[in-house]
């Protein structure tokens, strides 16, 4: 059995699905930039494109263009909630290092 190439946490799907109800998405995307290379980036969107993955989980909808999903293959979203503050976080097992902010990586 194969790991599937993208994974959203029960904490990720609910939030997503309060964020983006209905037919709306959240739209996780790999830029090159930030200070190790590439950065993440998380943007609402109402439509997915045709070569867009959806993943579909707990109420929310996720889309990933095929350039990211290249780099986010095997990865896991989860959302924290912590004094400091929540945000959304990628465990991707492709970033062989990154910053301290956690939004950007390189896969080298």
Do not use: W
Not at 41 to 58: N, S, W, Y
């Amino acid at each position: 059995m194969t790991a599937a190439p993208f994974r959203l946490t029960d904490r990720a799907a609910a939030r997503i699905a309060e964020l983006a109800p209905g037919a709306a998405a959240l739209r996780v995307a790999v830029l090159a930039g930030g200070c190790s290379g590439f950065q993440y980036r998380f943007e609402l969107d109402g439509a997915a494109t045709a070569d867009d993955m959806v993943v579909e989980q707990g109420g929310a909808r996720v889309l990933i263009d095929p350039g990211s999903l290249d780099l986010l293959a095997g990865a896991e979203l989860d959302y924290t909630d912590e004094l400091m503050g929540s945000h959304f976080a990628v465990r991707n097992p492709n970033a062989k290092s990154a910053c301290g902010c956690g939004t950007s990586f390189s896969p080298d």
